[in-house]
């Protein structure tokens, strides 16, 4: 299949034959069931990737339609991609599921209420003004003790599963939350190794604006000049996990044109532009690593995407920032020694670890700080029920994943849990205990340094 087969939306018929290609290794071997996040909480072979391959040969030779009770058992998969780590036979499930969400986004196929929620949350969560301005009217809300009330009574149970999933996300908000203050050329400190581009992500810089902050300054300590547009929108990460490809061609085209107007406005144009663009959240930095194929060849940005902590370690951490790498702090203030190490847990998330590839370079990234010992979940590759708007529009499957996942992180024994998808971090702190402190890796490194 094409990469340009994600960016349309054709009728069942005219993607059946690639469907067809793709899905033909499939030996029906079940190797994927154990891994898949879906049929771990329904139990169902419809609600499996081998089952989903098989509805879709059906579909294409003529035994059933794709009806409302098809989509519903599409919509149950969460894109996390663990079935394609898992198969031996080599099937890209991740392909066959991007080009046949657009054909769910047909009228009739949900019910109004679904089709409207969806809705709603493609036309807020992807315009960082737009969401800020719905925030404010919870602003005073989050964080505060009516909060507390209202979750203790399940007052807000009453408004329906899915305002309440949504409530239960929302976090403390700061000012910050509220605007993004960092300036459009942010130094190197010391020795300048390069020039990077940074993409805030839209949920991020309103949810947990201190994760950009660390990593501007990590990599600003590092010898790299950070470029930050101020313009910046989304970059479609969830519009495209929904299978709205002509929203993501936007978003993505509109994120492009940001990052080559500054360039042209405020760098020299004898120099070399940017090294890389980065991004501190996975499920962003998995559809930025698409643009090419969402815009259809259109347009790239002019440097290669990457994830932070991907570019940090195939650029190695500087010598002047390793030397300032401290032992952390213990809950209890003292420091973190040999005799008494701290312990962190990394969630690789989906995004990351399946779809990009990328498991060890974080964990060799924060192995840098001195008696830090990383644990391991039983079940690394197992999605957390966060996935895009997964946790909004399917939260009772969502919730029961979010349970699983943090059973098996605070089963390590870890102090710290660590998470570079906001996504994932919203969906582990609401499932977690409160205590425990749930923070990215760049956030770490910084804290290490000195730096925040
Ligand atoms: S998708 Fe792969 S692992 Fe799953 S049943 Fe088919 S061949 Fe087996
Ligand atoms: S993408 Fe995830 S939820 Fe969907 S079929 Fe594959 S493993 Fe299951």
Same mark, same amino acid.
């Given at each position: 299949m094409s990469s340009n087969d994600l960016t349309t939306n054709k009728r069942p018929s005219e993607t059946n034959q690639k469907w067809n290609a793709v899905a033909?290794? =499939?030996?029906?071997?079940?190797?994927?069931l154990p891994t898949c996040a879906s049929y771990r909480v329904l139990g169902t072979e419809m609600d499996s990737p081998r089952g989903r391959i098989h509805t879709l040969k059906a579909i294409e030779n003529g035994?059933?339609?794709?009806?409302s009770t098809v989509t519903s058992h599409f919509d149950?998969?969460?894109? =996390?991609?663990a079935c394609v780590t898992a198969c031996p036979s080599g099937v890209r499930y991740d392909q066959i599921i991007e080009a046949a969400r657009p054909l769910l986004n047909?009228?009739?196929?949900?019910?109004p209420c679904d089709n409207f929620f969806r809705a709603l949350l493609l036309k807020l969560l992807p315009y960082p003004q737009r969401l800020r301005a719905v925030l404010q009217t919870v602003r005073a809300y989050s964080g505060s003790t009516i909060q507390d009330v209202a979750r203790g009574l399940g007052i807000i149970r009453l408004f329906g599963p899915q305002i309440e999933a949504m409530e239960a996300l929302l976090p403390t908000l700061s000012k910050e939350s509220f605007k993004d203050s960092f300036p459009i050329i942010n130094r190197a400190h010391g020795e300048t190794r390069g020039r990077v581009g940074l993409v805030l992500g839209c949920v991020q810089r309103c949810f947990d604006p201190s994760v950009n902050q660390a990593t501007i300054a990590v990599l600003q300590a590092n010898g790299w000049e950070v470029i930050i547009p101020k313009n910046q929108g989304c970059c479609g990460a969830v519009a495209h996990h929904q299978g709205q490809m002509e929203q993501t061609k936007l978003l993505a085209k509109e994120l492009i044109k940001s990052f080559s107007s500054v360039i042209r406005e405020n760098l020299p144009a004898e120099e070399k532009p940017l090294e890389a663009v980065l991004v501190a959240a996975s499920g962003c930095g998995h559809t930025m690593k698409a643009f090419k194929a969402i815009t259809e060849n259109e347009e790239s940005f002019d440097a290669p995407v990457f994830d932070v902590h991907e570019f940090l370690f195939q650029k190695g951490l500087s010598s002047s920032f390793h030397k300032t790498l401290k032992p952390l702090l213990h809950k209890d203030g003292t420091p973190s020694n040999s005799h008494n190490p701290i312990s962190v847990v990394y969630h690789d998330a989906c995004h990351m670890i399946h779809g990009q590839g990328i498991s060890k370079e974080p964990r060799q990234l924060l192995q840098k700080i001195p008696h830090l010992i990383i644990k391991e979940v039983q079940?690394?590759?197992?999605?957390?029920?966060?996935?895009g708007i997964y946790n909004l529009v399917q939260p009772k499957e969502a919730a029961e994943l979010g349970q699983i996942k943090t059973k098996d992180l605070t089963g390590t024994g870890a102090e710290i849990i660590l998470s570079a998808n906001i996504g994932c971090t919203l969906q582990i702190r609401r499932h977690i205990n409160k205590n425990l402190l749930v923070a990215h890796p760049m956030q770490i490194l910084a804290q290490s340094a000195g730096l925040h």
């Open positions: 033909d290794p =499939c030996v029906h071997c079940g190797f994927c035994e059933i339609k794709l009806d149950t998969c969460l894109g =996390c991609f047909q009228p009739g196929l949900r019910t079940e690394p590759g197992v999605c957390c029920g966060s996935a």
